[in-house]
């Protein structure tokens, strides 16, 4: 595993396995389809939160640098693999 995924609540902490695979798999997905927006990602992302917001997508802040809050509940896996792509791109 390249980055630190980091649960932020207990109810997140029992799908932590779950929550791995997904990004593990996007995380390949990309890898295979474009090895520099992998490599970018690898270089700059640290740290995956997780979380289960209502109405909240994904942040990152540029305070922050290589931190990525990610709802991985109320989207789909199309959406985390552009919210994976696009937070690492926003703190760079």
Same mark, same amino acid.
């Given at each position: &595993?390249? !980055? %630190?995924?980091? &649960?932020?609540? +207990? ?8 929550? +791995? ?9 990309? +890898?295979?389809? %474009? #090895?520099?927006?992998?490599?970018? !990602?690898? %270089?700059? @992302?640290?740290?995956?939160? #997780?979380?289960?917001? +209502?109405?909240?997508? $994904?942040?990152? &802040?540029? $305070?922050?640098?290589? !931190? ?8 789909? !896996? ?13 703190? @760079?």
């Amino acid at each position: &595993m390249v !980055f %630190n995924l980091h &649960m932020s609540s +207990k109810e997140l902490d029992s799908d932590l396995d779950h929550f +791995k695979s997904k990004i593990e798999l996007a995380l390949s997905i990309i +890898k295979e389809a %474009n #090895p520099a927006l992998y490599t970018t !990602f690898i %270089n700059f @992302t640290k740290v995956i939160i #997780p979380i289960n917001e +209502k109405g909240i997508v $994904s942040y990152s &802040m540029q $305070s922050l640098p290589g !931190f990525s809050s990610i709802n991985t509940f109320e989207r789909d !896996f199309l959406d985390l693999l552009d919210d994976l792509l696009h937070e690492t791109v926003i703190t @760079t």
